[in-house]
């Protein structure tokens, strides 16, 4: 256990439907991340968060919509979502910004039909 | 743009080897680079994180270095076990004036040891 906790770890979603990734840490860190990982490429970096504050958002297509409401929990919410958006999604979160270790969720598997 | 390389994409050894697995990236403007484990299915665990100012990290059978003007990091592993076994990942924090940046991956290295 990493202390960063993902619910639901499964999802199957069709195109039309609207349903939201939680993300939790328990470790009172301050910065939160959302990451892609798709088969056979390279984990994507999707959004940063800083103290509730969004700080980055890597061309994400806005059928993903992040959302912050405190500095222990995270949301992806997803609507209107196409098949190659299947993926692994994986929450991390760290002390600080910059110079801190991150830490990973076991990810939710998404799969869009 | 920063790029990380990972060689070898694949490796199965016998049980008990001595092994390195490679990372290179081609920005050496960084923070840190920090090496993970993802089993099948799973999420990523951090094995060792190095400050760019450090040049290797110790941690058990595992010894990470890094030689950031080169852009070049490897992952020591010592006395392989069939639970080494994993995908092992290698990732960079850029240095951007301090920004909140996250971290650029690489495509990982499949080891597999032998029992």
């Known amino acids: 256990e990493t202390g960063v906790t993902q619910t639901p770890r499964h999802l199957v979603m069709g195109m039309t439907n609207k349903k939201s990734l939680k993300c939790e840490q328990h470790l009172g860190h301050n910065a939160m991340y959302w990451y892609k990982q798709s088969a056979k490429k390279p984990l994507e970096l999707m959004f940063v968060y800083s103290l509730e504050e969004r700080v980055e958002n890597n061309s994400v297509p806005s059928r993903f919509s992040p959302e912050c409401p405190n500095s222990s929990h995270l949301f992806l919410h997803l609507h209107t979502l196409q098949p190659e958006d299947s993926a692994l999604y994986l929450c991390a979160s760290s002390q600080g910004t910059s110079n801190y270790e991150q830490y990973f969720g076991p990810g939710t598997r998404l799969t869009v039909t | 743009k920063q790029e990380v390389t990972q060689i070898p994409a694949a490796l199965s050894v016998p049980e008990g080897e001595n092994l390195v697995l490679n990372c290179s990236f081609t920005?050496?403007?960084?923070?840190?680079l920090q090496w993970f484990r993802q089993d099948p299915g799973k999420g990523l665990t951090s094995l060792l994180l190095i400050q760019s100012s450090q040049r290797e990290q110790t941690s058990g059978r595992l010894n990470a270095s890094l030689d950031k003007s080169s852009g070049r990091s490897t992952l020591y592993i010592a006395a392989s076990q069939p639970g080494d076994s994993a995908t092992y990942l290698c990732a960079v924090r850029p240095d951007s004036g301090g920004g909140a940046d996250g971290l650029t991956f690489g495509k990982g290295t499949h080891l597999i040891i032998q029992p």
């Open positions: 920005d050496s403007a960084i923070y840190n």
